[in-house]
């Protein structure tokens, strides 16, 4: 504790021109800028692999079940960043039991118990049902006790048997599409529903939220098929690549517009709060928004993919400059939650001061516990691979054939 | 035959015509349009409900208001969590304004701005504005924050998560999370006293009578009258949180 009043002086020091007594601590740390980052990654994981499932684009055929394992791997921890900031982590499960129908948060939690459930989780079964039961038959040890579980006793190869699987895959996708779009908008609405803070408070944010998901969820899958590829000694598919690239491409390009909308109309109108918002964009989240989010994350992306629409280099250099361009992406996007999280919280609401955000790299809510949360996924995705291969499927074995 | 049919048109058009005019005609006279001061009804029923009222002419920034807050509730001496402060504002001369709250006011202010820079200087002491329409309870996921029939705004300890959300949604800045029992706190208008019978602890040692407790309901309470007497505003009426704390003399630099 002793500690802990100790670096509130040090912010205390930091602070800049007037803020509430009770605005020196900032409480939503950056468990909770990973928050929405990783629930965006997932929904924009799923859209990315409903293009080829439900729009038929062919062509993202050999991305499709591991942007769907990807999009798994991190919803099942998306709620963990926010259960371990709770200052009271055992009543996290009051949400789901006790739930206030005015509060945006409580909502989320069905939300997310939908997506998880009855899209994300059904969709991978029946698209991994025939699978699980051929792999079954040579399994053994633990392998084949996992997949003893999971077929949930289903044994039937019947073609008829298929024939429902292809369908109610196809029907929970669609149904999937909504959702996903209703996962991270409501993260969005989240924030855009504070009407005391006026950088949160816009009826754009949630559409923001869904617009950068899609981009981080693209990126993600774009660096996670590379990685994956270059593991299994296979060269990525360039043509899946390059269909990816194109629609990172105009993603992007709608994201970017939103946002610049987004602060054009702050900046016209200029109301009460613009003069602190001003201070603070050009001040605090000057290298974050500027140099981070806009540049690096955005502007040189766009600007590059916007040339490989007129003129490819050769696969070998196309491929890296994906990778870069990915991380840069996931990258930009990463602060752009920063910003929206930690930006909303520096100014005060008096509008007369800010003040400073210093986290520490230890404790229940430092950057290493960030830096876990953000990693664990990766350790799931591995896991998922391992026991549901889709270049294992048998689909993927016909077409090696 | 043509002729009758666009006769019959013509009649059953007017009729209509009439019918809806006579309508709204009706409806309006039912329920008419009226101005509202408070976007929110008061509760019906025989309970009080309670409000404040804050006269910042009288105000002389002692900080009393804040020290007894900590004394009388479990705040921490820190000077991170107040349920009650005060505000110096000095508005210089040259038209900038300086805001200060050092400890929450607690132990008095020192003016730092020299005499000839001053325009005008001014005390507000703030808390929680026990909003009848607030933004606090409405975003609380688990209902842990609620609002009494009297009136007060109040958190259930043993029930709220410590999410934060509703520190982030109060626009007054009243909540805070506390330290050690890693739930949210906040002003309580001093509930186990006020059903007692007493004053609220910052109202009891106010000296100058700068804040004024009472029953809105009640035509004759002191707060009424205060209302009644002295041009009164809320803090961000904007934002339609229909506060139930009411200023005297709130200048347009408070916010």
């Known amino acids: 504790?002793?500690?802990?009043?100790?670096?509130?002086?040090?912010?205390?020091?930091?602070?800049?021109?007037?803020?509430?007594?009770?605005?020196?601590?900032?409480?939503?740390?950056?468990?909770?800028?990973?928050?929405?980052?990783?629930?965006?990654?997932?929904?924009?994981?799923?859209?990315?692999?409903?293009?080829?499932?439900?729009?038929?684009?062919?062509?993202?055929?050999p991305t499709y079940h591991l942007a769907l394992l990807t999009a798994l791997a991190f919803l099942l921890i998306a709620v963990m960043p926010l259960v371990s900031h709770l200052g009271k982590p055992l009543r996290a499960f009051e949400i789901m039991m006790t739930p206030n129908p005015t509060s945006a948060m409580a909502i989320f939690g069905f939300i997310y118990l939908w997506y998880l459930m009855v899209v994300l989780l059904l969709e991978i079964w029946f698209d991994y049902r025939r699978d699980m039961i051929l792999w079954l038959q040579t399994a053994k040890g633990f392998k084949r006790f996992l997949y003893q579980v999971l077929t949930l006793g289903s044994r039937d190869l019947s073609p008829k048997a298929l024939r429902f699987d292809?369908?109610?895959?196809?029907?929970?996708?669609?149904?999937?599409?909504?959702?996903?779009?209703?996962?991270?908008?409501?993260?969005?609405?989240?924030?855009?529903?504070?009407?005391?803070?006026?950088?949160?408070?816009?009826?754009?944010?949630?559409?923001?939220?869904?617009?950068?998901?899609?981009?981080?969820?693209?990126?993600?899958v774009m660096m996670v098929y590379m990685v994956v590829s270059k593991i299994r000694?296979?060269?990525?598919?360039?043509?899946?690549?390059d269909t990816i690239a194109k629609f990172l491409f105009y993603i992007l390009i709608m994201d970017f517009a939103l946002e610049a909308l987004d602060q054009v109309h702050r900046i016209y109108e200029a109301e009460e709060s613009f003069?602190?918002?001003?201070?603070?964009?050009?001040?605090?989240?000057?290298?974050?928004?500027?140099?981070?989010?806009?540049?690096?994350?955005?502007?040189?992306?766009?600007?590059t993919l916007a040339v490989f629409q007129f003129y490819k280099p050769v696969e070998k250099i196309r491929r890296t400059i994906y990778f870069i361009i990915s991380v840069l992406v996931l990258f930009g996007i990463f602060?752009?939650?920063?910003?929206?999280?930690?930006?909303?919280?520096?100014?005060?609401?008096?509008?007369?001061?800010?003040?400073?955000y210093k986290n520490q790299f230890i404790g229940a809510e430092g950057y290493l516990m960030a830096w876990f949360w953000f990693l664990v996924p990766f350790a799931i995705l591995a896991f998922l691979l391992w026991l549901l291969p889709p270049w294992k499927k048998h689909e993927e074995l016909e077409a090696q054939e | 035959?043509?002729?009758?049919?666009?006769?019959?048109?013509?009649?059953?058009?007017?009729?209509?015509?009439?019918?809806?005019?006579g309508g709204v005609v009706a409806a309006t006279l039912v329920k008419p349009f009226t101005g509202v001061v408070l976007a929110t009804e008061k509760p019906s029923g025989d309970h009080p409900w309670y409000g404040i009222g804050i006269d910042i002419e009288k105000c002389i920034g002692c900080g009393n208001c804040a020290s007894a807050c900590k004394m009388e509730n479990p705040v921490p001496a820190e000077p991170f969590y107040f349920r009650n402060?005060?505000?110096?504002?000095?508005?210089?001369?040259?038209?900038?304004?300086?805001?200060?709250?050092?400890?929450?006011?607690?132990?008095?202010?020192?003016?730092?701005?020299?005499?000839?820079?001053?325009?005008?200087?001014?005390?507000?002491?703030?808390m929680c504005n026990h909003c009848a329409k607030s933004p606090c309870s409405q975003v609380c996921p688990v209902g842990a924050?609620?609002?009494?029939?009297?009136?007060?705004?109040?958190?259930?300890?043993?029930?709220?998560?410590?999410?934060?959300?509703?520190?982030?949604?109060?626009?007054?800045?009243?909540?805070?999370?506390?330290?050690?029992?890693?739930?949210?706190?906040?002003?309580?208008?001093?509930?186990?006293?006020?059903?007692?019978?007493?004053?609220?602890?910052?109202?009891?040692?106010?000296?100058?009578?700068?804040?004024?407790?009472?029953?809105?309901?009640?035509?004759?309470?002191?707060?009424?009258?205060?209302?009644?007497?002295?041009?009164?505003?809320?803090?961000?009426?904007?934002?339609?949180?229909?506060p139930k704390l009411y200023y005297n003399a709130l200048e347009e630099e408070v916010r």
Request: charged share 15%; with cysteine; glycine share 8%.
């Open chain 2, 145 to 242: 924050t609620f609002e009494t029939p009297d009136g007060v705004n109040l958190i259930d300890k043993s029930y709220c998560i410590g999410c934060g959300y509703c520190i982030q949604a109060c626009p007054y800045g009243c909540r805070y999370m506390h330290p050690t029992e890693k739930v949210v706190d906040k002003c309580t208008l001093c509930y186990h006293r006020i059903k007692k019978g007493l004053l609220p602890a910052c109202f009891e040692v106010c000296p100058t009578n700068a804040r004024i407790f009472g029953d809105l309901n009640d035509p004759g309470s002191d707060l009424v009258l205060f209302i009644k007497d002295h041009s009164c505003r809320f803090l961000k009426p904007h934002l339609n949180t229909v």
């Open chain 1, 335 to 356: 602060f752009m939650r920063w910003n929206v999280v930690i930006g909303g919280q520096l100014f005060s609401k008096s509008f007369y001061g800010f003040t400073a």
């Open chain 1, 275 to 303: 003069d602190i918002l001003h201070l603070l964009v050009n001040g605090k989240l000057f290298m974050s928004m500027f140099i981070f989010q806009i540049f690096l994350g955005t502007l040189v992306p766009l600007a």
């Open chain 2, 85 to 126: 402060w005060v505000e110096q504002y000095t508005v210089k001369n040259d038209g900038t304004v300086k805001v200060e709250s050092p400890n929450g006011g607690i132990g008095g202010f020192k003016q730092t701005i020299p005499d000839e820079e001053i325009f005008k200087s001014f005390f507000v002491p703030k």
């Open chain 1, 233 to 241: 000694k296979i060269t990525s598919d360039i043509n899946a690549l």
């Open chain 1, 166 to 220: 292809d369908k109610a895959g196809y029907i929970i996708t669609i149904i999937g599409i909504p959702s996903a779009f209703l996962l991270h908008g409501y993260v969005g609405f989240i924030f855009g529903s504070i009407k005391a803070n006026p950088w949160w408070s816009s009826v754009l944010m949630p559409v923001i939220f869904l617009f950068s998901a899609m981009v981080s969820g693209i990126a993600l």
């Open chain 2, 1 to 21: 035959m043509k002729r009758n049919e666009e006769k019959s048109n013509r009649r059953t058009f007017l009729k209509t015509g009439v019918a809806i005019a």
């Open chain 1, 1 to 61: 504790m002793e500690h802990h009043f100790q670096r509130l002086y040090e912010v205390l020091t930091q602070v800049q021109g007037y803020i509430y007594p009770n605005e020196v601590e900032l409480y939503w740390s950056v468990l909770i800028v990973l928050y929405p980052y990783i629930t965006g990654l997932v929904a924009g994981a799923f859209i990315l692999a409903s293009l080829e499932r439900v729009f038929n684009v062919k062509v993202l055929k």
